[in-house]
Structures are given as C-alpha cells and as structure tokens.
C-alpha cells in the first residue's frame, strides 16, 4: 500500500475512533511506508486512546508512543539531525516523553526489546554532547542504562536468545560499550594525568563493581564474537576481511575486545594486569589490520581512526616508544593521522621524558595559532600546558583552567 494511503487509512479510523482497527493496521506497516506525516497522525492516534480509559495503561498504545518518540529522539542524534525529526516535540521532550512511556511499559513488562530500547536511549541521553546535566546525573544515567542491557541479556538468554539474535548481539554490544563508559574517569586532566605519570586514580564507583562489570563485559563480547563467527585468534586476516558480519562489524569487536582490557589494565581490573595490556595491543592491532586491508583493497570501511589512536595510546601508556613509532610509520602513509593527533603524541612523549620546557614551546605555538585540530581540542591542550606548568614548577596558583580541590591536589604532586 502507497504511504498517502496508509496515512489516509489511520485518518478513517480515527474520524471513526475504531481503535482496535487502527492498532491491528498498524502492526501490518512495514517501515518503508512510514512517512513523517503517517508518524505524526500514528503518534496523534496513540495520544487520544491515551486519553481513554480503555487504554490508559493499554500495552500495545504505551509501546507505540514509545517507540515514536524514542526513534524520533535517535534520528535527531544521527547524522541526519533535527531536520528530519517526524514529530512536532524537541529533541529533548521527545526524549523525556520516550523514558516516561518505557517506565510505565516496564511496569507491566519487561520484553527485552523495551528494556534494550529504554537502555539504547538513556545511554544516548547521556553521551549528547549539548547537555549541561552534572556528571552524576549523567553517570547515574549510564549506570541505568547498563543494569537494563543486563537485563535484555539475561532475560534472552533465560528465553532463548536464538529467537533474537539481532537484539541479543546488540544488546551485548551496547552493554560494554556503555559499560566501558561507567568505566571512565570523566576528566580530561585526570585521563592525561593517568596516561602520562602512571597515578593510580579508580573510576567512580566502587572497585568490586569496577571488577563484576569488567567480567560480564568480556562475557558480553565474547557473545558477539561467536555469534559473527570471529576468531579469537586471528591466523588469516584475508579470511577475516572478506567475511561478511551480521550485526556487528569484525573491526569494532576487536576494538570493543581492546578497550575491555585496556580499561582492565589502566584500572587494576585484574591480577595479571601485564596480560591484560598484552590482549589489549592484540585486539587492537587486529581491528587496525582488518580496517587497514580493507582501506587498501578500497572496501567499506567505517572512515574513522579510532582503532589506530587507541593502539598509539596504549603504547604511549606501556612506554613503548619504538612500537609506537613503527605502527605510526606503517599506518600513517593510508590513515593520514590529524595534524592534533600529531602534535598531541609528541608533547606526551616530551611530558613522559620530563623535556617540559620543549612542550610547553610545541604546546604554545599551537595554542597561539588558534586553529583547533581533530584530536587536541582547545580544552585539552589548556589542560596540557597546565599539567606542564604545575610539573615544571610545584605550582598551581598560576593555572589557566578550572579544577576541583581532588584534581589540583593530583597537579600538586607532579614536583614531587
């Protein structure tokens, strides 16, 4: 059926107010038929047998306003933006509409499609860019978010997970991703500070959490990698590159496999602590090699670094400048790192070498040009020339950014 008609359709059975016939069509309505015109009646349709005793609390009307509201809520969060947004509310009402519909649907239900949907949303509520909300609100947020992918995992699992495995797969994926994220110091300073001088700083939560979650992320991931048929030891890259995945692609699982341990490294997650960072180095360089192959053969790929920035980042953590320097070579002729990428690296290797004053030269001709580059934003680079300045001197009484009493009782010791 035409989208016009299937949007005149809904009209007919509202003018009628046959909402029994309007939920039965609806559930027939493949995605492609669906305008924005038919989303905005759809929604306008839902909202008035909300208003019904009948269904107030009716599952099948909750699940489609939520639905709505939570897809027109990611579109805006796309590449796409705002301007293809179907319903009238913003961003952020559509967002605050979508939670409240999934907390009166979960309680009644708890399908893991709407705890894998009400999760995906918080999570990506909580890592918008544009928000102003504290970092606790945003932290407790995310730790939201992980305990629902928990949830949808556990539940499938309990199931049945090959019924869903798209939603399985993606579940997993989003719990270490978000998992990863409760993970973070949430601090520029303290991440150079941690990367650069070795201080041992925990995350914010408590260490057994830090610890459980690091155990069900590897889980997590390893579920993903079975279910793509990925090796755990890659022997033949050329197999791994030409093999088509699923759900999630072969680079970023071995990315998500890197992270895991490389946050299990940086963060004392786990007694061999030195095999840790030996399995983050090769699930890195496994996602570098695939997505450079492919970069060569020209095959999609998904335009990003990352892969390579965070194998470069480990090594500059490890202290091993030769590797970082052969993996700079190899890499760079296709990659093309970023002028900032550049320059970041080299004042963290002067900084590591305590040549602060041939940094804070590098840091300062960057800074005065005032031309912000892809990987050493102004914000980092202020917080760079600070770390400089407080280890070079003792002195914090002189800093040109904003910190707390616990972070400038870190720059304090620096002299020390």
């Not at 967002?95 to 995906?120: G, M």
């Not at 580059?373 to 020339?385: C, D, E, F, H, T």
Request: glycine share 4%; charged share 25%; hydrophobic share 35%.
């Amino acid at each position: 059926m035409e989208k016009e008609n299937i949007t005149q359709l809904i009209q007919e059975f509202m003018q009628k107010k046959d909402w029994e016939g309007f939920l039965n069509q609806i559930e027939s309505i493949n995605k492609e038929q669906k305008s924005n015109e038919f989303i905005r009646i759809a929604a306008a349709a839902y909202s008035q047998m909300l208003d019904l005793p009948e269904y107030t609390h009716d599952l099948r009307v909750l699940r489609g306003l939520a639905f709505l509201h939570y897809s027109d809520y990611i579109t805006c969060n796309s590449y796409k933006g705002e301007k293809n947004k179907a319903l009238p509310e913003t961003k952020r009402e559509c967002e605050k509409k979508a939670e409240e519909y999934f907390k009166q649907i979960l309680r009644q239900d708890r399908q893991p499609r709407d705890l894998y949907r009400y999760a995906h949303l918080l999570y990506k509520a909580a890592c918008d860019f544009h928000t102003k909300e504290h970092f606790v609100y945003l932290y407790e947020k995310k730790d939201q978010s992980y305990e629902l992918y928990d949830e949808a995992v556990y539940r499938m699992e309990k199931r049945g997970r090959e019924r869903q495995t798209a939603l399985y797969s993606r579940a997993c994926y989003g719990l270490c991703r978000c998992g990863l994220d409760t993970l973070s110091l949430h601090s520029t300073l303290l991440d150079e500070l941690l990367l650069l001088y070795k201080i041992h700083l925990t995350p914010y939560g408590s260490s057994d959490m830090h610890c459980h979650r690091f155990l069900r992320m590897c889980y997590c991931i390893e579920q993903v990698r079975i279910t793509e048929v990925l090796p755990r030891v890659i022997d033949n890259f050329s197999t791994v590159v030409h093999t088509h995945q699923q759900y999630e692609k072969s680079w970023d699982i071995y990315h998500m496999l890197g992270k895991i341990f490389d946050s299990a490294y940086q963060y004392f997650l786990c007694k061999q602590r030195e095999d840790a960072y030996k399995s983050a180095e090769k699930y890195y360089q496994y996602a570098c090699e695939i997505d450079f192959i492919r970069r060569r053969e020209h095959l999609p790929v998904s335009g990003f670094a990352h892969m390579y920035t965070a194998l470069l980042t480990l090594y500059i953590r490890g202290r091993e400048e030769n590797k970082f320097y052969a993996a700079w070579e190899k890499y760079n002729p296709v990659i093309h790192f970023s002028e900032g990428f550049r320059i970041l690296s080299q004042i963290r290797w002067l900084i590591i070498k305590k040549d602060y004053s041939e940094a804070e030269k590098v840091l300062t001709i960057y800074i005065n040009c005032g031309k912000w580059q892809p990987g050493l934003s102004r914000n980092k680079a202020i917080v760079l020339l600070d770390i400089i300045s407080a280890a070079s001197t003792g002195k914090t009484n002189t800093l040109t950014g904003t910190y707390t009493s616990f972070q400038l009782k870190q720059l304090q010791h620096l002299k020390s």
